[in-house]
């Protein structure tokens, strides 16, 4: 047998073209998971030490005034801290800010303590001097000699660019550094990680005397802090490497599918041979063992082809990332034995089990019974029967989980229910997936005549192996779907929340004792992405609980055209006042605060607190009145275009506000920020999915491949009775289309399907009014891309198919 399996392998090597891709493609993934996640948690790992190489003990669990005590007890002791933290702060420069935001941290006091390493200039002298990390350098195009405003209003700082950093920490990774000093203006509201302590005494004495000062906090040794936070470093990574694996074993179990088909096709050309082998002394164990042993080889050589291609396709991407995207901070590739082992045994396994039953059917059957066409399922037969019930029990339980799972929220019910519908769609295929075919084949054939014909005769001859062919896209535009329609979904809502919590886009607002311009309400407007500007009158009051003077503003009815939602936000009531996000000290809201204007005060309810609409408060009209009898313009509120550049239209608004020295304020950063978080969420997923449909479009052309050759006599006798050869290709491009088309639409309907359930059960709990919101342009996208590929899966079989001669093809077997 030894030498059947050896004849085998060479004759119908190009036959198991498809399946090899398909076990390299999934083994590859799995190597080049291994590949990324060794990298970044290389690179998370790597330096985490670097800010407390001179330290003897560690305090974290702290907010910022503890920190700021930390500080001040270190000046007092002769101590050294170092305070690793980041406050959230607007950065600007000529008026244009960065982004929606920027980390800032600060320098140690004790140069011995300092972690940062320089690259260019030096470090600060004094309090408006500053370093920026040298990847945020590049990426926003900052230079030694640029004057940066950190933070707003009253807060505001500017300091000169003087040096540029790197970072080697990446868990207290900072775009900006100031002087500790510079940076304690905004200590209370840091985000503090730890503090880095080297003091007096023994590092025992050191770790008692602080932990009875703050009982709070938790004080360790460096090595243990360390140790601690680089478990945390690398659960994120090792999250990342479990989706990623996900991802995977969706990309596998369509190759499953796919290899299965492969299989079946082969197994099914070659029942002659099998029946032949049997007549001439072998048992059906021989033949069995000789099949598997083909899979075998078939899955090791695969295996190894994808290690290879893993390997050098990981390190080529990491070095791609690395060239392109460098504050990635990818450290070095690092490959495990036990990744490589694993994989090469999923991919041997994945082939081993995807043959098992096709080798199983081909064995069993008599050599007189291999001999008669393989018919499919037959709902009238009583395994057909019991097929088709099988998979309507199966659709009808997972329909009535899904609806559990709506009404109860629970997720592990939706997901069962939702694998319970799925497969049983998949059971009832040669029957539901060929009457679709039929469906579509009868439109084909309207349009273009007899290749339609009969390529919806070719598609439905086989209803098994049809519905085999479209399971493995069926999975992956089924997933793809739901995630585009989930995503849309929750696009929709968040857009909705982001309305309410934003109900203004922008607002220019006057400094303090000054008043806007009479012209500048005309150059905003004259701005490309304004769609709307309203000036609001006010004057300039104190109230208490804010040191320094305010600016009130008064909206009238035009300003809740403005609004995206909630027009009440534009219209406090007369006992009522919004105050800025800066006039509450201590992160402290006052039940009511005082007004004063000149001579006059009022009392009044503080009802909200923000800073969408700058560095104002705002009241009603006729408190204004009574406050002041000659307002003066103290802010212009705007409506933009959602869909314009934030940075260019802060840029804009910035260069018209700059000659007043009025401040701007804007929340189209949020917008954008929360726009690109999903926008890379979304590319991502349908990236990764995409693996799984082209290992499902590989098996569409490999069905077709084999196809032509197991019928090149029939395509032969065609062209002899007068079909052309454009003829020939239009009907097996025609059913690749067929094929592709069903598979897609039919995954769609699914898809849609699971995201409403989805949707229903996972975000009804956090919102009331729930809502599904259908992608048709990305559907739409998915259904053409799929024809397309259909299309161009069918070149290479209708090229072999009509170089093939009329009179060569008769003599075929």
Request: charged share 20%; proline share 4%; net charge negative.
């Amino acid at each position: 047998m030894r030498t059947v399996i050896l004849a085998s392998m060479r004759r119908h090597t190009r036959r198991y073209v498809a399946a090899t891709l398909a076990v390299v493609i999934g083994v590859t993934f799995i190597i080049v998971t291994n590949a990324l996640s060794s990298a970044a948690r290389d690179g998370m790992v790597s330096g985490l030490d670097a800010p407390y190489a001179n330290a003897d003990v560690v305090v974290s669990d702290l907010d910022g005034d503890q920190a700021a005590s930390l500080l001040d007890r270190a000046e007092k002791e002769g101590a050294a801290a170092s305070v690793l933290g980041w406050a959230w702060l607007p950065v600007s420069r000529d008026g244009t800010e960065f982004g929606d935001g920027v980390d800032v941290g600060a320098l140690p006091r004790d140069n011995t303590m300092r972690w940062q390493e320089l690259v260019d200039g030096r470090f600060p002298a004094v309090d408006d001097e500053a370093v920026v990390d040298a990847n945020a350098a590049k990426g926003n195009d900052v230079h030694i000699g640029d004057t940066l405003t950190i933070g707003k209003g009253r807060d505001a700082l500017d300091v000169e660019v003087v040096g540029t950093v790197d970072s080697p920490s990446a868990m207290v990774w900072t775009a900006v550094y100031l002087t500790q000093d510079a940076q304690a203006r905004w200590l209370e509201r840091s985000q503090i990680n730890s503090v880095a302590w080297h003091g007096q005494g023994s590092v025992d004495d050191q770790i008692s005397d602080l932990s009875s000062a703050y009982p709070d906090a938790t004080v360790q040794t460096t090595d243990a802090f360390v140790s601690d936070q680089q478990k945390v470093a690398t659960n994120g990574v090792d999250v990342l490497a479990i989706i990623l694996l996900l991802f995977a074993a969706i990309a596998i179990a369509t190759s499953v599918m796919v290899i299965a088909n492969t299989f079946s096709i082969l197994f099914a050309q070659r029942t002659r041979d099998f029946a032949l082998l049997r007549c001439v002394g072998a048992t059906r164990r021989q033949v069995l063992r000789s099949i598997r042993v083909e899979a075998l080889l078939l899955g090791i050589g695969s295996s190894l082809l994808g290690l290879l291609a893993g390997t050098g396709l990981g390190v080529g991407l990491v070095a791609l990332i690395r060239d392109r995207a460098p504050g990635a901070r990818l450290g070095e590739v690092s490959f495990s034995p036990v990744w490589f082992a694993g994989a090469f045994l999923v991919g041997t396994a994945v082939t081993l089990v995807a043959a098992w039953l096709p080798t199983r059917r081909a064995t069993r059957v008599s050599p007189l019974a291999a001999l008669r066409p393989d018919t499919g399922v037959d709902a009238r037969t009583a395994s057909g029967r019991l097929r088709i019930a099988l998979g309507v029990l199966m659709v009808e339980a997972g329909v009535l989980a899904m609806a559990a799972a709506i009404a109860a929220t629970a997720v592990p019910v939706m997901v069962v229910g939702g694998l319970s519908t799925f497969f049983g769609v998949v059971v009832v295929g040669p029957v539901v997936v060929p009457a679709l075919v039929r469906v579509a084949g009868s439109l084909a054939a309207r349009l273009i005549g007899m290749p339609g014909r009969l390529a919806t005769s070719n598609a439905v001859r086989n209803p098994r192996r049809t519905a085999a062919t479209t399971a493995s896209l069926l999975v992956g535009v089924t997933l793809t779907t739901a995630v585009l329609t989930g995503l849309a979904s929750g696009r929709s809502i968040i857009d909705d929340e982001m309305a309410t919590d934003h109900p203004l886009d922008a607002s220019v607002s006057a400094s303090t004792g000054g008043a806007l311009p009479a012209g500048m309400l005309s150059e905003i407007r004259d701005l490309p992405a304004v769609e709307q500007a309203v000036e609001l009158p006010g004057t300039s009051a104190s109230i208490d609980h804010h040191v320094g003077g305010i600016r009130l503003v008064a909206p009238d009815a035009d300003a809740g055209e403005l609004m995206r939602s909630r027009r009440d936000f534009a219209t406090p009531a007369a006992d009522e006042i919004y105050l800025p996000a800066d006039a509450v000290e201590d992160g402290k809201v006052p039940n009511k605060v005082t007004v004063t204007v000149g001579g006059h005060t009022r009392t009044l309810r503080v009802a909200e607190v923000d800073e969408d609409w700058g560095d104002v408060a705002v009241i009603a009209p006729s408190v204004l009145a009574d406050l002041d009898r000659s307002p003066t313009t103290q802010a212009i509120w705007i409506r933009a275009d959602l869909e314009t550049d934030a940075e260019d239209f802060s840029g804009d608004l910035s260069a018209v506000a700059s000659a007043s020295d009025a401040t701007v304020e804007s929340s189209l950063g949020k917008w954008a920020f929360v726009d690109l978080q999903l926008d890379v969420m979304t590319g991502a997923i349908v990236g990764l999915l995409g693996i799984a449909v082209v290992i499902a479009l590989i098996g569409i052309a490999n069905t077709l491949g084999l196809s032509v050759l197991e019928r090149g006599r029939e395509n032969a006798l065609l062209r002899a009775l007068g079909l052309t050869r454009r003829q020939l290709r239009a009907t097996l491009a025609t059913e690749a289309v067929l094929l592709s088309v069903v598979a897609t639409l039919l995954g769609t309907a699914l898809g849609i399907g699971f995201a409403w359930v989805a949707v229903q059960t996972m975000l009804r709990s956090f919102v009331a009014d729930v809502s599904m919101s259908l992608p048709l342009g990305q559907l739409a996208v998915v259904v053409l891309v799929s024809a397309l590929a259909g299309l161009m899966a069918c070149v290479l079989p209708a090229r072999r198919a009509v170089r093939v001669t009329p009179a060569t093809g008769l003599t075929m077997e």
